[in-house]
């Protein structure tokens, strides 16, 4: 499946308040893709800058062999991404590290992010002790 305009968007806007702002009028986010979706990402950037020239991603595409521990030496090196690609089965390690932001204050706020929207089984794999820590992709 391939991720859309509406899936950069959303992950984008979940993202920006944890994100660096160089400029005032201009915010930037630090994503890290995993594989293949990090191409993918980078080939949606130009329309989703034109639709949104105040926001710059800069995306960093990892593979998959090498993730698990880039993001674990950026935990503990204090240099997370603003936003990432997990696999579904890193996100109770990461959640037990503090690696992790809850995301219900978000998705309440949020008019694009619906959990009726996810397959009730893939969106579970996100959340631990009732808070979602991730939306899938």
């Not at 674990?72 to 603003?82: C, Q, R, S, Y």
Request: charged fraction near 25%; charge should be negative; aromatic fraction near 10%.
């Amino acid at each position: 499946m391939r991720p859309s305009s509406f899936n950069l968007i959303l992950l984008v806007f979940l993202a920006v308040a944890a994100c660096r702002v160089e400029d005032p009028d201009r915010v930037t986010v630090d994503f890290w893709g995993i594989g293949r979706e990090g191409e993918v990402v980078r080939e949606l950037l130009p329309d989703f800058h034109a639709e949104h020239p105040n926001i710059r991603i800069r995306v960093q595409q990892i593979p998959w062999t090498a993730a698990h521990e880039k993001l674990l030496t950026a935990f503990v090196g204090d240099a997370m991404p603003d936003i990432a690609q997990l696999g579904n089965t890193w996100v109770p390690e990461f959640e037990l590290l503090g690696g992790l932001e809850n995301l219900e204050p978000w998705i309440a706020r949020s008019n694009v992010v619906d959990r009726d929207d996810y397959f009730e089984g893939i969106w579970e794999t996100n959340v631990l002790r009732d808070s979602t820590f991730g939306v899938p992709w």
